[in-house]
């Protein structure tokens, strides 16, 4: 498995927030999941997701003119992120970040337990701006190759897990892959022409900038239909051998 970029919310996935803090590392449910069922070890976190962040809703406020605000920072995950860790996988090592302007602001019942999360880990004051500069950096990019090509020297096949409706993780994988799995409530649809697909999006960002990254801005601007379409029904769970005979039926 392979997780680039991760982002989980410290209240409505407390159970990251509360991990994080056990483990001395910070770390997103997705991969605490690959963690429990068996397709990561513990020593190998920081590589198969290198790039992790920590959200939390701001605090409401009762003040009337700030209500329009508060909703429109909860639609801004940039202002909600309070925790950062990045790993640099051409030595290995990794370092934590805080945003203190956004952790001040969070919810109060979280804010001790942010506090000791960020003090554990060390983690280096830094504001949105330089995560922007950070985040959008030629360096992150070849940085997340490097991952890559580590998580490759031992693996067989690897799974790629992007983020929200994010078609790629980061562009530059796109030119990596051998195939393209998008997943939607009750249905997966496989791409196997990669060639096909990236210059679909590469006209969709064209088309539309950074929204065009967006799966369903690729799909339906391009009328991109799957090589193959397979039905899936609604889980109580997802275990390990849920997972594996998955994986297996994929291959």
């Not at 210059?199 to 969709?204: F, G, I, L, T």
């Not at 900038?209 to 801005?217: A, R």
């Not at 275990?239 to 039926?249: D, G, L, M, V, W």
Request: charged share 20%; hydrophobic share 45%; aromatic share 8%.
């Amino acid at each position: 498995m392979y997780k680039p970029v991760a982002a989980h919310n410290a209240w409505f996935q407390y159970g990251s927030l509360i991990r994080s803090i056990n483990l001395g590392l910070l770390v997103g449910s997705d991969v605490l999941t690959y963690l429990d069922i068996g397709l990561a070890a513990f020593n190998n976190i920081h590589i198969i997701n290198p790039v992790d962040m920590l959200t939390s809703p701001p605090e409401v406020s009762f003040s009337p003119h700030l209500v329009k605000n508060y909703l429109l920072d909860l639609e801004d995950v940039l202002k909600q992120v309070v925790l950062l860790r990045i790993t640099n996988c051409h030595d290995g090592t990794y370092k934590h970040y805080v945003l203190r302007s956004n952790l001040n602001n969070s919810i109060t019942a979280l804010i001790n337990e942010l506090l000791r999360l960020s003090n554990s880990v060390n983690a280096r004051n830094v504001d949105i701006n330089y995560l922007i500069k950070v985040l959008k950096s030629d360096w992150i990019s070849r940085n997340l190759d490097k991952c890559l090509e580590l998580i490759s020297e031992n693996s067989d096949l690897i799974l790629i897990e992007s983020f929200s409706d994010s078609v790629a993780p980061y562009l530059a994988v796109l030119d990596r892959i051998d195939m393209v799995v998008i997943v939607s409530p009750g249905n997966v649809m496989i791409y196997s022409d990669v060639i096909k697909f990236n210059n679909a999006v590469r006209r969709s960002i064209e088309a539309y900038g950074e929204l065009g990254l967006k799966s369903s801005y690729v799909i339906a601007y391009n009328e991109l239909r799957p090589d193959k379409l397979i039905k899936i029904s609604p889980r109580t769970s997802i275990n390990a051998s849920t997972i594996k005979s998955f994986i297996k039926e994929f291959i």
